[in-house]
């Protein structure tokens, strides 16, 4: 039975693209009435107590051991040890919009919700698994892909994960993507893809001209009267070494794009500002002509999802990034971080354009972290072993045809030792 909460939600959804695209659980879902609800109120108003959180208060503030101020002294004690609000602290989901507008200025005029707060963006992308994936609800993505995004959809939402070919003739598939998309679409009506750029394992981001087209592609389908959502997976965004890279993430064209197109950014400072083991991403969403009520109601449907699962993301790397934000130094000291990575990838592009093999092929890659190697003829899982028990190198084998490299952990003076091991080695094993 849905709960008379739910059932609000729904109502102000109903007739919207999100409305039509819910799961089970995404029409389950609602944001209680409950202690963080009735805490916030207290929060405003009981001005002569408040008693409704469960925190220690010494001296109207949070207490905190001595030996943790001790490791992080310039932060007050709320700013690392208090509960966070459900979908993040204000100030850095506010900060994280302006980000995203600054990088992506087609957004400017835009109307999209604010940024909610989420404990790394695998979390993320959970939480719109659990909101628009079930039994009769599919996620469409590339092959090869993370094996992250089959384990969400298939092992935790009983999904349908279905896979277009990434690339073909060396080039992206734009007209496989479409063909996947159009077949998913006439089937029930709707259709919910994940694009991921630049792409893990590849390494890929589409050009300018390839990033129209995906658009035109999404478009076409959402005015023949299906229902289109797109997650974009922007987890290594920004990370762009050559000059005909779309620089503003898919989103940006596919916010306002039409009211059958529901489209998710999933983005953070994880991979792009190198905070990994922070665990803080963002999810935004965007629809053209969506209402604040909807997006409001959209977005209490996603803290459910946050509240019945970690109850808050943790409270100190959203403190210590805020700050970090505000530190005029900090897009110069990512420029040189940045820097590294490109000279790190134009030698490996330098390798792998100079050695040619029958055994390997490099997949297109021309951003992010990584790049992959199509196994022609040697099994990708039998050259890992090889190259880890014999040359204590490690990869990854994707799938029996992709081997990962992730050259943003190579040092530049082990680049050329590393792949000649590669390509010898998967030679040898072609023999």
């Known amino acids: 039975m849905i709960n008379p909460l739910a059932k609000e939600l729904n109502d102000v959804l109903a007739g919207t693209v999100a409305g039509d695209l819910l799961s089970d659980l995404g029409e389950r879902l609602y944001f209680p009435k409950g202690i963080i609800a009735q805490g916030g109120e207290a929060k405003k108003l009981g001005k002569k107590a408040n008693c409704t959180i469960g925190i220690t208060l010494v001296d109207g503030k949070p207490a905190v051991l001595p030996s943790v101020q001790a490791v992080v002294p310039e932060l007050e004690s709320r700013e690392l040890v208090s509960y966070s609000p459900t979908a993040g602290n204000p100030d850095i989901r506010a900060a994280w919009k302006a980000a995203q507008i600054k990088k992506n200025p087609l957004l400017k005029e835009k109307s999209t919700s604010l940024p909610v707060v989420v404990p790394g963006l695998t979390a993320g992308i959970s939480y719109l698994a659990d909101l628009f994936l079930d039994e009769s609800k599919p996620l469409v993505a590339a092959d090869p892909s993370w094996d992250n995004y089959v384990l969400i959809a298939s092992a935790r939402r009983n999904a349908g994960f279905v896979q277009f070919q990434m ?8 007209e496989g993507l479409k063909a996947t998309l159009t077949e998913q679409a006439n089937a029930s009506g709707s259709v919910r893809v994940l694009l991921n750029f630049p792409q893990n394992p ?5 050009t300018a001209a390839e990033a129209k087209q995906l658009v035109s592609i999404v478009k076409e389908i959402a005015d023949a009267g299906k229902k289109v959502m797109v997650w974009c997976d922007d987890a290594y965004f920004g990370l762009n070494y050559e000059s005909d890279i779309e620089s503003q993430s898919l989103f940006a064209y596919l916010a306002d794009l039409s009211p059958n197109v529901l489209a998710a950014k999933i983005d953070g400072p994880t991979k792009e500002d190198f905070a990994w083991g ?5 999810i935004t969403f965007g629809c053209k002509g969506f209402t604040e009520e909807q997006y409001d109601a959209l977005v209490k449907k996603l803290m459910a999802a946050i509240r019945s699962s970690v109850s808050c993301s943790s409270t100190p790397p959203q403190t210590i ?22 000279k790190r990838y134009n030698k490996v592009k330098a390798f792998v354009s100079s050695r040619k093999s029958s055994a390997i092929e490099p997949l297109p890659f021309n951003s992010g972290y990584f790049m992959s190697l199509h196994t022609k003829t040697v099994d990708a899982e039998v050259l890992r072993q090889k190259l880890l028990k014999e040359k204590e190198i490690g990869t990854i084998s994707i799938d029996p045809h992709t081997l990962r490299v992730a050259f943003s952990s190579l040092e530049e003076d082990k680049i050329d030792f590393v792949y000649k091991a590669i390509y010898d080695t998967a030679e040898e094993l072609s023999k």
């Open 321 to 342: 990034l805020l700050k970090a934000f505000a530190n005029p130094s900090v897009d110069k000291e990512k420029e040189e971080f940045r820097k590294i990575l490109e």
């Open 278 to 282: 922070f665990r803080c991403g963002f």
């Open 202 to 206: 590849s390494g890929y981001s589409p």
């Open 167 to 174: 690339f073909k003739d060396g080039k992206f598939n734009i």
